[in-house]
């Protein structure tokens, strides 16, 4: 019985992972509609990502704060019930088309967010066998990738409207006509995110009413733990030598990441000659490779040791990076559907093998690995200022620099050999 309660809460939980993929990965698309309907630079465009990963670094702490009082069940219904009222106001910011506003209902949306992965990424490898944890989290992790594959796809058909007008032609339009063109860009947004926070509702509902087994860490309610306070447990994470390389590896990969998805869409345009419904395609195939580069990690985690995996990995996406500002035509648009194939199964690696043994602490290390998400609204401004003051080839060197420590971050674990070693002990 124990074992079925178990299914269904990985089922559940993983059902999350589905979510928070599909939001954040529509941001590529929002960048360069947004760029259109509220006529942004680079530079300014950049701050979707910014709004959105931000909420990433300020939330992790209250939320890991919250569930130890609310559990995570607690946790994962408040950031829920957030994600969904952040996409609610998608719909008000779309009629008065203020780039503010957009930017406050992402980073509401994305608080949500920071609860659903600060108690489901520890959840998901805490609960079942502790030897499978890393290939838990890859499986997991793979519908965030199905969702990263889908977003675009449909982000680019119901809201991009492939028409972009040229400086002359801007130029040559009355104000009014200028502006029911640019109202109706923004109004695009409108019923996908009614959409997106409707369904958010349903599975809010549906995990209210169901039970999940509680993850109670080892030693946890313990009076010796109990007694500590904040500033104490935090002081004690702080001296994880581990977890704080971990949590900077995670702060540049995230960084990577955002770079490379978020400006897929403008390098498209700039270096292929594409216009941005084809771009939209080609990124689908990337973030399509990105799911299959999730499924394939994690079967040869089943015979490979996950972090030679991720040195592997991570040196041929620097490798690939330097061939797309160097090539020309379609090949490095190519390129870099095969770094999205390769960063795959970054994320969850570096979160399982950053946590590892740290027991009592783990809920609060979990939430600082969470925060380094934060490298997400840090290196997209400044590869904007550096597409703005160069070209868009050129600032993509900034995730190929984030790369190398993600394999200097490998290459200090290589003498582990599993990350799985969380004593957890799970109650119903």
């Not at 946890?220 to 935090?234: A, D, I, K, Y």
């Not at 996406?317 to 500002?325: E, G, T």
Request: charged residues 10%; glycine residues 8%; contains cysteine.
């Amino acid at each position: 019985m124990a074992k079925n309660k178990d299914l269904l809460a990985i089922t559940l939980i993983t059902s999350l992972f589905f979510i928070w993929g599909f939001a954040l990965n529509l941001n590529p698309i929002l960048i360069p509609h947004l760029k259109k309907a509220c006529q942004l630079t680079d530079l300014q465009s950049s701050l979707i990502d910014s709004a959105s990963y931000f909420a990433y670094f300020l939330l992790p702490i209250p939320a890991a704060q919250f569930m130890k009082r609310y559990g995570y069940k607690g946790g994962i219904l408040l950031g829920l019930i957030l994600f969904s009222v952040g996409a609610f106001l998608f719909y008000p910011a779309s009629i008065v088309r203020n780039y503010a506003f957009f930017l406050g209902a992402l980073f509401i949306i994305f608080s949500g967010a920071a609860f659903l992965e600060t108690a489901a990424n520890p959840y998901i490898t805490a609960i079942g066998d502790p030897a499978g944890a890393t290939q838990r989290i890859n499986f997991a992790q793979t519908f965030n990738g199905l969702a990263a594959a889908l977003a675009p796809l449909i982000g680019g058909i119901f809201i991009l409207s492939g028409k972009t007008l040229t400086a002359v032609q801007e130029s040559a339009m009355s104000s009014g006509q200028l502006n029911t063109y640019l109202n109706k860009e923004a109004s695009s947004v409108q019923i996908p995110y009614i959409i997106i926070a409707l369904g958010v509702l349903v599975v809010t509902v549906l995990l209210w009413r169901t039970h999940l087994p509680e993850i109670v860490e080892e030693g946890e309610g313990s009076p010796l733990h109990e007694n500590l306070s904040f500033f104490q447990r935090t002081g004690a994470l702080l001296r994880e030598k581990n977890l704080n390389f971990g949590v900077a590896a995670q702060f540049f990969y995230v960084g990577a990441q955002a770079c490379v998805g978020s400006f897929f869409i403008r390098f498209s345009e700039r270096v292929s000659g594409m216009d941005e419904k084809t771009a939209a395609y080609y990124l689908t195939a990337a973030l399509i490779a990105f799911l299959a580069g999730r499924a394939v990690g994690t079967f040869l985690m089943t015979f490979i040791n996950p972090v030679k995996l991720l040195a592997i990995y991570a040196v041929t996406n620097v490798l690939l990076i330097l061939l797309s500002v160097f090539l020309h035509g379609k090949f490095p648009v190519f390129a870099l559907i095969g770094v999205e194939f390769f960063m795959s199964i970054m994320f969850p690696t570096i979160f399982s093998l950053s946590i590892r043994g740290l027991g009592t602490k783990t809920k609060e290390g979990s939430s600082l690995v969470i925060m380094a998400i934060v490298g997400g609204a840090v290196f997209p401004p400044i590869m904007g200022k550096l597409s703005d003051m160069t070209n868009i080839q050129v600032a993509y060197l900034v995730p190929a620099a984030c790369f190398l420590f993600v394999f200097y971050f490998a290459v200090k674990n290589l003498k582990v050999k599993e990350a799985t070693e969380v004593k957890l002990s799970v109650s119903h």
